[in-house]
């Protein structure tokens, strides 16, 4: 409930390290319950989601043993419960990995789905079709209940309707433990997938093919344990990349996986901005205008829809007139209404939006709606003269590792101001 205080129009200059995928980590967490031993994780990010679930995990009985701020390891050798407790999992989206984890391992699973969504309605009909082409009975209401017909699931061939990251990554749970082999065919290919399936081949899974449309996975008896480093986070560091092609200045962006970044990099470019690639760095300098571009969203190797408003926010500085078109969600333009306080230019019309280039934006107070439009807001009060205030900044702490600190090192002039509780109160029901 903290807000952000940030005085724009300063270019950004220096280093910033980027950390451990969230997306990455919100998987691979849960995912150690599959595990009959000691996992240790490294490059774990230390942003809220992460925390909530060491405490979902505690929760059922593992241990949690934090090893320092990017290390940790844990032991799902003592699990006592199949069901976390409301209160915990409907906080968390990617809860529904808690779904595969448990039922993959014991047969059983009952997790609360997680409340209203903030960019469209966000079904999970395909990783229930999965688990059911498994041999699992499921029922869904406030909660989903998964159940092993014969206590544990079988091997399937599963075709995925639309390309989805959450439910190839839950199926690929569940069938990690089951009995033969299964097929995901038009799986998501996004580098977390392969993250997850390397983290559970090092396990002592067998799954071939994560990164491509087939996934197959050959149930073994056991996964056993070890030691894993999280991939660096594509998103945080294309976040920082739009943030120097907005305001200006030259940033080395650290601890990257160039390949992971060429659908964002290839854009910046587009645009004028200079990208030079290192081993697993980034040199990324804007020092001519902006020019007009196109954005489509789409699945990995496609633009992603996790930096479509970081995007949005540094064509509205552009010179001309851009489209951007959410290719992945129903209503991922919330945050325009906020942008256009500060003076952007912008229509949207459902899944596209007309962003008229402008000279420069002015700072005013607004609001965060969720993680990557919060973030894209910080990009515009950075890159927008005066004061900006923005509230609801809890949103960005979900998937952000220290924003504030990592900008600030680089001459932003941002700081978190911590709220009177009258105030408090005010934001949180707005
Ligand atoms: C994940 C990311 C999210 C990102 C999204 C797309 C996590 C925790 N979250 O979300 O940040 O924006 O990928 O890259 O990793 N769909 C169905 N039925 C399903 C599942 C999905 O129709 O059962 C549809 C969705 O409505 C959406 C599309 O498929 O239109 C993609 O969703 P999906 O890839 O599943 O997103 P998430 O895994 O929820």
Redesign the pocket.
């Known amino acids: 409930m903290n807000q952000y205080v940030i005085r724009g129009g300063h270019p950004l200059f220096g280093e910033i390290t980027v950390s451990g995928a ?2 990455a980590a ?2 691979i967490i849960p995912a150690a319950l599959l595990v009959d031993g000691v996992v240790r994780i490294e490059n774990v990010p230390e942003i809220s ?1 992460v925390t909530l679930f060491f405490s979902i995990l505690e929760e059922l009985g593992a241990k949690v043993r934090i090893l320092n701020r990017h290390a940790v390891e844990l032991d799902c050798r003592s699990i006592h419960s199949t069901r976390p407790s409301y209160e915990l999992a409907r906080r968390i ?2 809860s ?2 808690l779904v595969g984890a448990l039922l993959g391992r014991f047969g059983q699973a009952t997790v609360a789905m997680p409340g209203g969504c903030n ?11 999965g688990f059911r082409a498994m041999g699992a009975e499921v029922t869904e209401g406030g909660f989903i209940e998964a159940v092993a017909r014969d206590g544990r699931l079988k091997g399937a061939s599963i075709y995925m ?9 839950n199926v690929m749970m569940a069938a990690v433990l089951a009995d033969g082999v299964t097929t995901i065919d038009n799986a ?1 290919k ?1 580098p ?1 997938i392969v993250d997850l399936a390397n983290f559970l081949n090092s396990m002592g899974a067998d799954i071939k093919g994560a990164g491509t449309d087939t996934i197959k996975i050959r149930g073994v008896e056991k996964l056993t344990g070890g030691t894993y480093c999280i991939i660096p986070d594509q ?1 945080e560091a294309g976040t920082y990349m739009a943030a120097v092609a907005a305001t200006g200045g030259q940033l080395l962006i650290k601890n990257v996986i160039p390949k992971h970044m060429e659908c964002i990099s290839s854009k910046l470019q587009e645009m004028g901005v200079v990208v030079e690639e290192q081993d697993d760095a980034l040199l990324v300098r804007r020092s001519a205008p902006l020019q007009r571009t196109n954005v489509k969203t789409m ?2 190797p496609g633009f ?3 930096m479509q408003p970081q995007i949005t926010v540094v064509l509205a500085l552009a010179e001309g007139t851009s489209i951007v078109t959410e290719g ?3 209503n991922r333009f919330k945050y325009v209404g906020e942008l256009k306080r500060l003076g952007a230019q912008i229509q949207v019309d459902g899944r596209v939006a007309v962003v008229e280039g402008v000279s420069r934006l002015e700072g005013a107070p607004i609001q965060a709606c969720d ?2 439009a919060g973030a894209a807001l910080v990009i515009a009060g950075l890159a927008a003269q005066g004061t900006t205030t923005l509230g609801s900044v809890q949103y960005i702490e979900r998937g952000y590792e220290d924003m504030v600190g990592k900008l600030r090192a680089v001459g932003a002039d941002i700081e978190l101001v911590d709220l009177p509780e009258p105030e408090k109160k005010e934001q949180s029901i707005g």
């Open positions: 969230k997306n919100v998987a989601d989206r990617a529904y990995y960019f469209g309605v966000r079904p999970i009909d395909l990783h229930v079709k309707d639309q390309v989805s990251v959450g439910a190839t990554m998501a996004e977390h998103i699945p990995y992603p829809t996790d992945v969600w129903d993680l990557r």
